[in-house]
């Protein structure tokens, strides 16, 4: 395993576990000792956030202590330099500090008021309405660079090339950059809405007359299938789900705390 691969674990890693043996020195760092319990941790640490592929051996051992004393020469150096009391130092150490507290909160509320099977299953039976409210239609999308590119496409489509041949015709006619894309299935309960306007009227087969335009580009749609609107299986959305409700309520309570907030200009 390579240093900074190390690094990167032991830095994802950040379970703290309480520890009551006594303290064992592994090394001494300008006066600065590091205790056998910091090795023991991050070997822990590792081995959780790696779901058991790296296994707790002397090799392993050895690699983190001698991360911790290059992670102390460096920290006695910055502060050797005085770079812990820079005006950017202290502007990084606050952000730092308010990321840490923004994601404390957030994990307390959510674990002050955690999200239920019977919360998720009432949530993807709403979704499951939303979806019977609508149709699903399965379309490819053409993007083009310029109205003339765009005109020609739909002038193939007129042809009534299936995709594949129009895919073909349209890598054969070095006047156009097209990117054809297959969307697969769409809902039209749950796409945006200039997208479901312009699905909505048409039916399988029919593409659309005159290309739209957004953001300096040209779209174009053809309909290969519509169907009755059919809901993701629940176990495929459950876990969506759960982190959709656990954000709401987090949302919720941050609107709560600035209603609350005496806030001035």
């Known amino acids: 395993m390579q240093l900074n691969k190390l690094a990167g674990l032991m830095i994802a890693a950040s379970i703290c576990l309480p520890t009551f043996a006594m303290a064992e020195t592994v090394a001494t760092v300008n006066g600065v000792a590091i205790d056998k319990t910091e090795v023991d941790q991050q070997v822990l640490n590792i081995i959780s956030s790696t779901n058991g592929q790296a296994q707790d051996t002397p090799a392993l051992r050895e690699q983190v202590k001698n991360h911790l004393i290059d992670q102390q020469v460096i920290i006695q150096e910055a502060k050797h330099r005085n770079l812990d009391k820079t005006p950017d130092f202290a502007r990084r150490l606050n952000d730092a500090t308010n990321d840490l507290l923004q994601s404390a909160l957030f994990n307390d509320i959510v674990t002050q008021k955690p999200i239920t099977e019977v919360d998720i299953q009432q949530r993807y039976k709403e979704i499951a309405e939303q979806f019977a409210k609508a149709d699903d239609v399965h379309a490819v999308q053409i993007v083009v660079d310029t109205q003339e590119e765009a005109n020609k496409v739909i002038g193939y489509m007129k042809r009534g090339l299936t995709i594949d041949k129009l895919e073909k015709a349209l890598q054969a006619d070095s006047t156009i950059k097209a990117q054809m894309t297959n969307m697969g299935w769409v ?58 409700l656990q954000e709401k309520e987090i949302t919720q309570t941050v609107s709560d705390l600035r209603a609350k907030a005496q806030i001035s200009n």
Do not use: C
């Open 187 to 244: 809902n039209l309960n749950f796409t945006n809405t200039q997208l479901a306007d312009i699905l909505k009227p048409m039916k399988a087969g029919q593409f659309t007359q005159s290309a739209y335009a957004s953001n300096n580009r040209w779209f174009m749609f053809k309909v290969l299938e519509r169907r009755p609107g059919q809901a993701p299986a629940y176990d495929q959305i459950k876990q969506q789900i759960f982190h959709e």
